[in-house]
């Protein structure tokens, strides 16, 4: 019997096909891998935020294995000199048994930091992209959601591993924590000993925290990240306008292969910088802030910069007291404000903004075309307002540790902050919103008279005149071009080959072609050599 001679090239269309015989993949599979993606580096925003996430999971996994979520104490023993045989946690002395003593376990745990902080910059920035250029507009109204509560939720997930390694600094964090708790109206006393198991700080917090940390949060977070991208996938992908691109398509790359493989290339540029950075930079010094002890707490105690317009807006805050006289009196501290209703309106005004505008608007249309900031002034001021509130509710969360550098005066720096944060939000909405406006001026000038090319042509009469490169065609009269309308797009401000200037010249550090004479504007006479000139002196001439 002759045997069949095996086809290796015909594996993988055997296989596939295989596969779709009983599992029916091909159709939905085709969709998803047509898929097209504009070509924006700004688009890469949000997978900066998806890929530290990633990282995020795979160092938490690792530093699973060797961390022991429990208080009990214990006397340390491990390789820090400085703390040898010192009462403390468990939780901490496992936390200084991964920095020092489990191989690679210092690094895993600064890339798990770094890529936290990471996450949380990329979620902002990407944010900030989708607010400026109108990208949360209908229908993606509930990825706008979706994306505000992806931030609080990091928030969340980042407090409790904050406070899981035990040391001075996470337990000042956890004080605080608790004070804010107790600040909330009615409820507080109830809310903390429910959460810490009695009176603070208990025994059962960190067992707690690290079942929310290594369960609950990244459990939710997934189901956000799952949301959002699948939302990504179902509705079209915003871009911005140009040549060929209008509100009923999307001009780019498909999904495979070509910005699948860009995507996986980009993974490892994101992994391999945070791999330097967790080896590089140190970040968390746990080992020299000591085991938590509830009177000791230092200066310049900080937390991570996405908390810390929070710990400004404590610091800035009067200290008015709300006295309700029912029963025996009733305080409202004037914690509960920057710590419970600031959250709250942050969040509120977040989440509602998509609805707002279109309200104000009275804008019920679809878009899948993004806008120029410059094109919409004041949603761009309201940014840089919300912006410069940010900052400088940060600066303030360190202004102790400015006043201390900078050798000033700390009342100084709170009132400071306080003037500034009523001042400075309202003087970035009026000065982004002037500039948004002189830019659209400049632009529809270019339009109008084109591109500047810095000629300056004497007339018949005298007069001098600056040579303009015109963008569009010459009109019928032949002595102007056509009125352009804006597009929504960068418009041009620089000369291209029509203009005065030549081509660039390819070469390193000698030109290897020779360089093509320079073209004039359409128009415009030759240009002559310039001839030699004679200065004038007093009473004679000279070369």
């Known amino acids: 019997m002759k045997r069949r001679k095996f086809d290796k090239a015909a594996v993988p269309g055997n296989v596939?096909?295989?596969?779709?015989?009983?599992?029916?993949v091909a159709t939905p599979l085709r969709r998803l891998l047509n898929k097209v993606f504009p070509d924006h580096w700004s688009f890469l925003l949000g997978e900066i935020?998806?890929?530290?996430?990633?990282?995020?999971?795979?160092?938490?996994?690792?530093?699973?294995?060797?961390?022991?979520?429990?208080?009990?104490?214990v006397v340390y023993n491990g390789s820090y000199a400085p703390l040898r045989g010192t009462p403390m946690s468990a939780a901490y002395a496992s936390s200084l048994d991964i920095s020092f003593d489990v191989r690679g376990g210092l690094i895993m745990r600064q890339m798990h930091h770094w890529s936290a902080l990471l996450f949380m910059a990329a979620i902002v920035v990407h944010m900030l992209r989708v607010f400026f250029t109108g990208a949360f507009r209908k229908p993606r109204e509930t990825n706008w959601i979706i994306g505000s509560l992806l931030f609080w939720v990091g928030f969340l997930a980042g407090f409790t591993g904050y406070s899981l390694p035990d040391d001075g600094l996470s337990g000042t964090?956890?004080?605080?924590?608790?004070?804010?708790?107790?600040?909330?109206?009615?409820?507080?006393?109830?809310?903390?000993?429910?959460?810490?198991?009695?009176?603070?700080p208990g025994t059962i917090i960190i067992s707690r925290f690290y079942i929310a940390h290594v369960l609950l949060v990244p459990g939710l977070l997934l189901a956000l990240i799952g949301a959002h991208l699948g939302l990504v996938f179902k509705q079209k992908h915003t871009q911005w306008p140009g040549p060929g691109r209008t509100n009923g398509n999307v001009v780019g790359e498909r999904m495979f292969p070509r910005y699948a493989i860009k995507q996986g290339g980009f993974f490892m540029v994101v992994f391999g910088?945070?791999?330097l950075m967790g080896g590089l930079f140190q970040i968390n010094p746990i080992w020299l802030f000591g085991p938590y002890e509830a009177w000791v707490v230092s200066a310049a105690s900080q937390p991570d910069w996405y908390v810390m317009f929070l710990d400004g807006s404590t610091r800035l805050m009067?200290?008015?007291?709300?006295?309700?006289?029912?029963?025996?009196?009733?305080?409202?501290p004037p914690l509960f404000w920057p710590t419970v209703v600031l959250p709250g309106i942050l969040v509120g005004l977040s989440t509602l903004y998509p609805f707002l505008e279109a309200r104000r608007l009275k804008d019920t249309r679809s878009h899948n075309l993004l806008q120029r900031p410059r094109d919409v002034p004041a949603r761009t001021g309201l940014g840089a307002m919300a912006v410069t509130f940010f900052i400088v509710l940060t600066l303030s969360g360190a202004n102790d540790v400015i006043a201390d550098k900078f050798q000033i005066s700390l009342n100084a720096m709170t009132w400071a902050g306080r003037i500034g944060l009523l001042v400075l939000p309202p003087l970035a909405y009026y000065?982004?919103?002037?500039?948004?406006?002189?830019?659209?001026?400049?632009?529809?000038?270019?339009l109008a008279h084109g591109v500047e090319t810095g000629i300056i042509r004497r007339l018949p009469d005298g007069r001098f005149e600056e040579v303009h490169q015109p963008l569009?065609?010459?009109d019928g009269h032949g002595d102007g071009h056509g009125a352009l309308p804006?597009?929504?797009?960068?418009?041009?401000?620089?000369m291209n080959r029509l203009g005065a200037l030549g081509p660039a010249i390819r070469g390193f550090f000698y030109p290897i072609e020779k360089p093509a004479e320079a073209p004039v504007s359409p128009g415009h006479p030759p240009v002559e050599p310039r001839p030699e000139r004679e200065e004038i002196g007093s009473g004679e001439s000279r070369r």
């Open 16 to 24: 596939a096909r295989g596969v779709d015989d009983r599992f029916q």
């Open 49 to 73: 935020a998806l890929f530290s996430f990633v990282i995020l999971l795979l160092t938490g996994v690792f530093l699973t294995f060797f961390y022991e979520p429990a208080m009990t104490e």
């Open 173 to 200: 964090g956890l004080r605080i924590a608790s004070a804010i708790m107790l600040s909330i109206p009615v409820i507080g006393s109830w809310v903390t000993s429910s959460i810490f198991g009695g009176e603070f």
């Open 273 to 275: 910088v945070i791999a």
């Open 318 to 332: 009067p200290a008015w007291e709300i006295n309700i006289p029912i029963g025996d009196g009733y305080v409202i």
């Open 431 to 446: 000065v982004t919103y002037r500039i948004c406006l002189g830019l659209q001026q400049h632009d529809r000038e270019v």
């Open 472 to 474: 569009a065609a010459a």
């Open 486 to 494: 804006y597009a929504g797009w960068v418009v041009p401000k620089k």
